[in-house]
């Protein structure tokens, strides 16, 4: 069935999906909120209502494309034990020029292992099917929502590979839309540098727990990438600190 963690949308987000619960009550499960929780704790509301064997994840400005994807997922993790996440290629989608650019996702060459994984994230959200049992033990074992991390799905990621296969699809089976401004897209260093700090969190975590070998070059790589960040909003002050 599809559940729909409705947060207190502006536009009209809800009415739709009333709409659209009302004429489905077998598929459909709209659990609204009655005040605004934000991405993270409606994040994890919606997840708990998730009943399926699999889950799969599709934010509200982003949508599938190939009306095949969850079969192919699902048929790949039925006779592939071993694997417990199969993701795929997005295309981006630019929505203040209307326009569609490259497609994005996969590890480049080889395997989607935690190792590559740590070095950054590969695997788009809007285009991953997972096994709900892999999702549980992850939440209860990690605990994410105490944690205070910037984000919901990219720990997941690295949990599913430290347990677990994961099969990439290359070709694009979803539309992954770039905002002007979102949890990723920014605005000001600040915004960049705390996004930055938050992915260092988690990758420390979880290098320290299944790889401590790599905790070195992950200090590194987040230094040069904050450093970036520095360059690019004309932030000299935090650059050359950074530097030094």
Known sequence: DLTIGEDCSTDATRPIC??????????????????????????FRTL?????????????????????????QVDWLESHPECGL???????????????DRNWGGPGAGET???????GNCIPTPSIVIRR????????????QERGWMMGDYPMWLYAAAHSKIR???????????LNESASHFRSFEQADRFCRST???????????AP????????????????????????????????
């Not at 990439?168 to 770039?178: N, Q, S």
């Not at 904050?226 to 932030?235: E, I, L, P, T």
Request: hydrophobic share 40%; aromatic share 16%; glycine share 6%.
């Open 18 to 43: 009333e709409s659209y619960a009302a004429r489905h009550p077998d598929l459909i499960r709209l659990i609204p909120a009655a005040a605004n929780l934000g991405v993270m704790a409606n994040f």
């Open 48 to 72: 708990g209502y998730a009943t399926g064997k699999y889950v799969a994840l599709c934010e509200g400005d982003d949508y599938w494309c190939d009306p095949g994807k969850l079969q192919r």
């Open 86 to 100: 199969v993701y795929s290629l997005v295309r981006w989608y630019f929505d203040r020029e209307k326009r569609f």
């Open 113 to 119: 292992t935690l190792e590559r994984l740590l070095e």
């Open 133 to 144: 049992d892999l999702l549980d033990r992850y939440i209860a074992e990690v605990r994410p």
């Open 168 to 178: 990439f699809i290359d070709e694009p089976l979803a539309v992954y839309r770039i």
């Open 200 to 210: 260092l969190d988690i990758r420390r975590f979880f290098a320290g727990q299944y």
């Open 213 to 244: 070998q790599l905790l070195p070059g992950i200090e590194e790589h987040s230094l040069w990438e904050r450093f970036g960040f520095a360059v690019q909003y004309r932030n000299p002050q935090a650059a050359f600190a950074l530097y030094d």
